[in-house]
């Protein structure tokens, strides 16, 4: 009986569909033991063909289970490499979201940071200009007390000049000229038009003391208001520096973690071609020796006598 039937990955080619008593087999590549030597009586084809589709049949179940558990293993491999694709995926997707929730983070300290750092701009400015401010006031009110003092000075001298006036004509309206008499009266006038001038001249130092001192103390707050700006400057740039290296930071860690997703999925891709690649080599072991061990069959019962016709 010549065997024509194709070779399939999953049935062995010379499976009957009859239950048949299976022999021990061995592991995924190797070949079953030997079939029974076959003995029949001589010119009996008949006899030889019966044992000729038994012995097959042995053979072919043999093959079948080995193949049936190298599908398994298929399966099982194709189900590891999905298995782990997920976990991969799982992973990635649970650290990009960790990734995002600290650069929504970060993104809010920066807009928060930026408006702290303008609201003291503003506080700046209007400290500044009520500086600004002040000096102009205590500068036009010394201007203003300076004026003051000159019209003072004036007033005091023209007091002078009539109180010895009034003296004068005094003495000549009397008649009488007593040089004592109008030499105490001019005393007493000029120590009087004194210590006006002289107490004139205490108020304007005070009043030019009071400007000084006044003046150093707004200049010092505008020097010290412009310090205060600069660290606020200095630290608010630190400040967006950190969060910006921080959010870099972050951009790493996430193409980091796409890179390694990619890397993972491929070394079990990779994995998955070599164990496929052992199962069809492991395959074709098995069909390779299936059909060995039938044509030594066929060769045997052909010495015996058998014909196959």
Do not use: H
């Not at 049935?11 to 590549?29: D, E, K, W």
């Amino acid at each position: 009986m010549p065997l024509q039937n194709p070779p399939d990955t999953n049935r062995s080619p010379y499976s009957q569909g009859a239950p048949v008593n299976i022999p021990p087999q061995p592991q995924f590549g190797g070949q079953p033991p030997s079939p029974t030597s076959p003995t029949a009586p001589p010119n009996n084809n008949a006899a030889f063909g019966q044992l000729l589709s038994s012995q097959l049949g042995q053979i072919s179940a043999g093959a079948n289970q080995q193949l049936s558990g190298i599908t398994t293993g298929e399966g099982a491999a194709l189900g590891q490499q999905q298995t782990t694709d997920q976990s991969l995926l799982q992973q990635l997707q649970n650290t990009l979201a960790g990734l995002g929730i600290q650069q929504t983070a970060l993104g809010q300290e920066q807009q928060y940071g930026a408006q702290q750092y303008g609201f003291e701009q503003q506080q700046q400015g209007l400290s500044r200009t009520g500086i600004e401010q002040a000096l102009a006031n205590l500068k036009a009110n010394y201007g203003s007390q300076q004026q003051q003092f000159g019209l003072q000075g004036q007033e005091i001298g023209q007091q002078y000049q009539q109180g010895m006036q009034d003296i004068t004509q005094s003495g000549a309206a009397s008649g009488v000229l007593n040089t004592n008499t109008t030499s105490q009266a001019q005393s007493r006038l000029g120590q009087q038009i004194g210590n006006e001038r002289k107490q004139l001249g205490i108020q304007e130092r005070q009043a030019a003391q009071g400007y000084k001192y006044g003046n150093q103390q707004e200049q010092q707050a505008l020097k010290q208001l412009g310090l205060t700006g600069q660290e606020q400057g200095a630290a608010y740039g630190y400040q967006q520096q950190q969060l910006q290296d921080a959010l870099k930071q972050l951009g790493l860690q996430g193409t980091e973690a796409q890179q390694g997703y990619t890397q993972g999925t491929q070394q079990a891709a990779n994995s998955y071609e070599q164990q496929m690649a052992q199962f069809l080599q492991q395959r074709g072991g098995v069909q390779a020796g299936e059909t060995q061990q039938a044509q030594q069959l066929l060769a045997q019962l052909m010495q015996a006598g058998y014909t196959g016709q």
